[in-house]
């Protein structure tokens, strides 16, 4: 009976030397998801999120709306006329005072994916630039180093999904690498697919999926192949397109897709850009 005792003792002892050395890494864990720090209500926070130095910009499938940074006031709207080939805008990054916008006519058949260009100031549509790879929707964009960087997304099982890829552009639009998600992230985003993407501060890609309240911190390789998938952060959105706010290292934006709200978030151990 003594040794019984002894023995359970010994376990007791033994479980909570190890839930102890589990609790620092979890709180460490945690510290490192993003922390949220404001909330906008925007109506066409359906699609995604672009942000500049003052402005916010709510992206949904045919509208776009531009909104104070500070307090969130609506500035200045955009919907696609009637009869406009402007379908399913995705996604968009503000580069140079011009809006991109990634956009397909999904699920239509047969595809074609565009990037919409916008003056980012008056939201006046500048210039559809086409793409004759139909394989896959266009669902994102940024620019990174003087390339382009777009993501073609597929739907469905793991299989198809497999298909979703990343392909680099210069800056004629002439395609020169190609990279592929690896399986630890798609099967996070079956049976959707990687719906944003943006670079990261610490020279990082940071991806989401179409529904999950986290981002796939990903390396690109120096070579074509599948993308390293360094780490699963948690955030508070609801996946779709984000954006980072270059005036301000480390600040992300991204939406809540149901709520119509724009969230404005934070990295605390994001680093200065390379």
């Known amino acids: ?38 909330r906008f209500a925007a109506k066409e926070a359906h699609q ?6 003052d402005f916010f910009y709510a992206i949904s499938s045919r509208e776009i709306a531009r909104y104070q940074k ?5 500035l200045k709207t955009w919907t696609g006329p009637k009869g406009s ?41 500048l210039e559809t630039l086409k793409f004759p790879d139909t394989e896959g929707a266009i669902n994102w964009i940024d620019r990174r180093q003087g390339q382009w960087w777009i993501a073609f997304a597929f739907y469905g099982e793991l ?45 990082r890609l940071y991806t989401t999926g179409h529904d999950h309240g986290e981002l796939y911190v990903l390396e690109v390789p120096k070579t074509e192949g599948v993308l390293n998938h360094v780490t699963t952060l948690p955030a508070p959105l609801t996946g779709q397109g984000i954006a980072w706010d270059q005036s301000q290292p480390g600040t992300l934006y991204g939406i809540n897709r149901r709520k119509k709200q724009v969230i404005k978030m934070q990295r605390p151990t994001a680093q200065k850009p390379e």
């Open 48 to 53: 995604a999120v672009a942000v500049d130095h």
């Open 85 to 125: 080939h402007i379908r399913h805008l995705n996604s968009g990054v503000v580069i140079d005072g011009k809006l991109y916008c990634a956009h397909s006519n999904w699920p239509a058949s047969p595809l074609k994916n565009t990037v919409e260009i916008f003056e980012a100031k008056t939201l006046k549509h």
């Open 159 to 203: 299989e198809n999904v497999r298909k979703t890829r990343l392909v680099r552009y210069n800056d004629h639009w002439q395609p020169e690498a190609t990279f592929t998600f690896p399986v630890s992230v798609l099967k996070r985003f079956l049976p959707n697919s990687n719906s944003g993407g943006a670079w990261g501060p610490d020279g």
């Open 1 to 38: 009976m003594t040794i019984h005792h002894s023995y359970i003792k010994t376990l007791w002892f033994l479980c909570l030397i190890l839930v102890s050395s589990l609790l620092p890494a979890q709180t460490a864990e945690k510290s490192q998801g993003f922390r949220e720090l404001q």
């Open 70 to 74: 500070t307090d969130g006031t609506q």
